[in-house]
């Protein structure tokens, strides 16, 4: 196929003499200044003409020459090679983009649409396969419609069979389906011009420009036709004086020679000729190489142009004549699949109408939908273990009536079955006996997965588990210098039924009942609150997140929800200096069996020890006992000790306790002469104390 269509492509005119008038760069500016006058015998030897020896004015003329040459030869031959890059890249751009909308090239590109006509079959099957897809699911669809339309109406459905008049577009893009991608331009270059090395390469200078490298066509294509080039590195005299040193030029060996015998002048001192052939080659090559560079440029970009140009108008017309056959192909394809489409359509519809049609007369054709689950308590709730039936709405919209069998699943346990009847084209809803209980094991809140079956169809629905009265939210409240508290508790009646029985709230701390509120009887949907206090509890249990309390709700004897959680405090840093400070000053709650000078050691020892580690990790950073002093231990001790009166007992705490703290000055490291954080640390810490401190 492909093959068929590149010689159908293949029959291509040569660029006529009209394209002549492109023959001269017309492209965006280069950024070169173009000298069209060679340059005189560059002087730079003159100063030596007055030596008492030709040898340093020879050395100096072997410089100047060598770099004429490399100037000529370097530099001029990498401007012919990239001028006409820069033109053969313009040219290539301007005449593909003038000719790859030829409105004479895509009409010669849609009569080659012969060539691949024998694809033309696919068009035709594509009609088919269309009017097989839209007319077999459109019968069925309107002979069930026919049935459905008449049910509990007490008619019989329509038999006439009318083929309905449908509009079909045609297979679009066929092409690309059924014959391949649309060439690129690079595919066309590479794969149909193929037009080889460029003709530019076959100048090449190995001498004086080294290994070729050659660009290819392709290398050329730009979407602005712009090839850029960086001209410094032609103009650049160092790099210029190192290539000649690299390439075998002819001449080294006399360069080499240049110091053979060693020239001394008139104070005794040695001639570096080397040097002097070194200042003139350099100086030299930067009078000669734009002359030489720019003029080469311009004539080979007028000849790279040429040559593009009849590339870029071979890659035009492919393109142009590729979008006439792509359309050519495109509309006759998709005329190809219109004229099959219909009776395909028509057949398709018949055959699934009339086969639908009688299935439907026959049988009976059931859909179901569980509506909801009732409990058999009714107050608008289900509870783990109640039993349940469902209320179901049941369709048979087939010509024939059926026994029903009805079953339940899912999360429900002592399911039985219950059975029934349905009469041709007849839509009910039932409310089933007692067909289940909820599963006994689902917890409050819980969601239950209820099933319904009904000679094999299946529909399900999910439903909360709830108990009479839930326990909706609980909130602490703590005093922790009391070591006491409160949980607020908010009860509420799921149910539409008042409850039973009296409800009541138990708090147990750590396991054992502290406290018991009656909240009486709860109506339907309300929400009411208590509070359960607790006291006496050690605060550094508080304080150590030591402390579970729960809270177990009843109605009557029955345990009807319970929640668990932990007494929290936030900050227990900020918690043991408050409680530090109340021992201190004898306003803390302070267990029996401990004691409080027993407490206030406890309460210190965590202090300092939270403080080591907290000095540790603040040695690295800013330092926070400078410009955040709140945010540390002994910050929070000094804010706690100055905002608050203190006895001379606390006071003499407070001592005992800065000397305990002191030493962690010692985790803060002095930084050159300066305190820094351990200064700062030290002065906070002299704050509380009432003694000197070393």
Request: with cysteine; proline share 3%.
């Amino acid at each position: 196929m492909k093959s068929k269509i590149l010689l159908a492509l293949g029959v291509l005119s040569a660029p006529t003499a009209a394209s002549a008038q492109y023959r001269y760069y017309d492209g965006p500016p280069v950024d070169i200044h173009f000298e069209s006058t060679k340059p005189a015998k560059y002087a730079v030897c003159d100063k030596y003409l007055q030596d008492t020896t030709a040898r340093r004015y020879a050395a100096c003329e072997f410089g100047r020459d060598e770099a004429e040459r490399m100037a000529v030869r370097f530099g001029g031959g990498n401007g012919k090679i990239q001028g006409y890059l820069r033109g053969f890249a313009w040219g290539m751009h301007k005449m593909s983009d003038a000719y790859e909308n030829d409105a004479s090239e895509m009409i010669a590109g849609e009569k080659m649409v012969g060539s691949i006509g024998s694809t033309m079959q696919a068009g035709l099957d594509a009609g088919i396969r269309a009017g097989q897809q839209q007319g077999s699911p459109r019968g069925l669809s309107d002979a069930i419609a026919r049935f459905e339309a008449v049910v509990n109406k007490g008619l019989q459905p329509d038999s006439k069979l009318i083929v309905p008049t449908v509009t079909y577009a045609g297979e679009k893009d066929a092409y690309q389906k059924f014959v391949g991608p649309v060439p690129t331009s690079q595919q066309i270059i590479q794969n149909e011009i193929k037009p080889g090395e460029l003709q530019i390469y076959s100048t090449w200078d190995d001498v004086f420009l080294g290994e070729r490298k050659p660009l290819t066509v392709w290398d050329l294509w730009f979407s602005d036709g712009v090839y850029k080039f960086e001209k410094a590195y032609w103009y650049d005299q160092s790099l210029a004086m190192e290539t000649w040193f690299k390439r075998p030029i002819d001449t080294r060996p006399k360069y080499d020679q240049l110091n053979i015998p060693a020239l001394v002048d008139i104070q005794g001192q040695q001639v570096d000729l080397q040097a002097v052939f070194r200042d003139a080659f350099i100086s030299s090559y930067s009078y000669y190489v734009n002359y030489n560079f720019s003029s080469q440029f311009k004539v080979a970009m007028d000849d790279g142009m040429l040559a593009g140009q009849m590339i870029g108008t071979q890659v035009g017309k492919r393109v142009a004549q590729y979008k006439g056959l792509v359309r050519a192909y495109n509309d006759k394809f998709q005329q190809s699949s219109l004229q099959t489409f219909q009776a395909a359509f028509a057949k398709a519809y018949t055959d699934s109408f009339n086969t639908t049609f009688a299935d439907y007369s026959n049988n009976p054709k059931l859909s179901i939908e569980l509506l909801q689950a009732i409990g058999a308590d009714n107050d608008g709730i289900l509870q783990p273990g109640e039993e349940i039936s469902l209320e179901i709405k049941i369709r048979n919209s087939g010509g024939k009536g059926t026994n029903l069998t009805i079953g339940a699943g899912g999360n429900i346990i002592d399911a039985v079955q219950s059975t029934g009847t349905i009469t041709a084209l007849q839509e009910k809803t039932i409310t089933t006996g007692i067909l289940a209980k909820i599963d006994p094991r689902l917890k409050t809140r819980n969601s239950a997965r209820i099933l319904v079956t009904i000679n094999g169809l299946t529909d399900e629905i999910n439903r909360t588990v709830n108990r009479m009265m839930q326990l909706a939210s609980t909130k602490q409240t703590l005093d922790l210098l009391n070591g006491s508290g409160s949980l607020i508790v908010q009860v509420i009646n799921t149910s539409t039924v008042r409850s039973p029985s009296n409800v009541t709230a138990t708090l147990q701390i750590n396991g054992r009942d502290v406290e018991t509120q009656n909240l009486g009887l709860v109506s339907a949907g309300a929400t009411q609150e208590t509070a359960l206090n607790f006291t006496q509890i050690d605060p550094l249990d508080l304080i150590h997140s030591q402390i579970k309390a729960s809270v177990i709700l009843r109605m009557g004897t029955l345990n009807s929800d319970q929640t668990s959680e932990v007494i929290a405090i936030g900050d227990a840093n900020e918690a043991l200096v408050d409680y530090f400070n109340g021992l201190a000053n004898n306003k803390a709650f302070t267990p029996i069996q401990k004691g409080r000078d027993h407490q206030i050691d406890l309460v210190s020892e965590e202090l300092v020890s939270e403080n080591n580690q907290e000095t540790r990790e603040l040695k690295k950073g800013k330092n926070q006992f400078k410009k955040n002093p709140d945010s540390t231990i002994i910050g929070d001790l000094v804010k706690t000790f100055e905002t608050n009166v203190q006895t001379s007992d606390a006071k003499n705490r407070y001592n005992t306790l800065a000397k305990a703290l002191w030493p962690a000055r010692k985790n803060l490291k002095n930084f050159l002469f300066f305190g820094g954080k351990r200064k700062s640390y030290e002065k906070l810490v002299r704050r509380i104390a009432q003694s000197d401190l070393k």
